[in-house]
């Protein structure tokens, strides 16, 4: 699962170091559209970060066609990492963490059911959106600090991501025990 959230960012990540910015957002797009394609031949919902990701690399690639170019890799990667961060931040401001849609296709209807269940999906978000806000701030010291190396912004990016999915990855496990040991 963590797998085909994280793709169109992995894609994203490795065809700007590869390709044109271009070519690296529309390429994001088009693995974004296609994990929402997956999950909906596997009877899935549509997930908000895929469709709003998928939004975001389309947006930020015609806007780079109609306006001729303008934005560094670095602004490109700051105008992600903001849009994934409205998508998370919204998603809280609707009272819908967006992990909350993949839970709810990989936990048991009976832990749905719990009032814990929506808590947890409230701090595993927040854990991604702290995530989030370290890649915006590698972003910023990147463009600002043009001195910097760009390895320490990715290495900042990746550190984030991998705390992130660990994060979920163990807290997900922990709660969904105390669940089942309640339930006993």
Same mark, same amino acid.
């Given at each position: 699962m963590l797998f085909l959230i994280l793709a169109p960012? +992995?894609?994203?990540?490795?065809?700007m170091m590869l390709a044109t910015p271009l070519i690296s957002l529309f390429a994001a797009?088009?693995? %974004?559209? #296609?994990?929402?394609?997956?999950? @909906?031949?596997?009877g899935r919902s549509v997930k908000a970060l895929a469709a709003g990701s998928s939004i975001v690399f389309a947006?930020?690639? %015609?806007?780079?066609?109609?306006?001729?170019?303008?934005?560094g890799?670095?602004?490109?990667? *700051? /105008?992600?990492?903001? #849009? /994934?961060?409205?998508?998370?931040?919204?998603?809280?401001a609707l009272r819908l963490p967006f992990t909350l849609q993949y839970a709810r296709e990989v936990v048991e209807p009976e832990i749905v059911a719990q009032p814990a269940f @929506?808590?947890?999906?409230?701090? *595993?978000?927040? +854990?991604?959106?702290?995530?989030?806000?370290?890649m915006l701030i590698a972003d910023i010291l990147l463009i600002y600090w043009?001195? *910097?190396? /760009?390895?320490?912004? /990715?290495? !900042? +990016?990746?550190?984030?991501?991998?705390?992130?999915?660990?994060?979920? !990855?163990?807290?997900?496990?922990r709660r969904r025990a105390q669940f089942v040991a309640r339930a006993r």
């Open positions: 960012f +992995a894609v994203f990540g490795a065809m797009s088009a693995v %974004a559209l #296609g994990t929402i394609a997956f999950d @909906m031949a596997h947006t930020v690639g %015609a806007y780079l066609i109609l306006s001729g170019g303008g934005i890799d670095h602004g490109i990667r *700051l /105008v992600v990492d903001l #849009g /994934v961060l409205a998508i998370a931040l919204g998603s809280i @929506m808590t947890t999906n409230y701090i *595993l978000t927040w +854990a991604w959106i702290g995530a989030f806000i370290l043009p001195s *910097l190396p /760009v390895w320490i912004g /990715v290495a !900042t +990016a990746f550190a984030a991501r991998n705390c992130a999915v660990y994060f979920t !990855t163990w807290y997900s496990a």
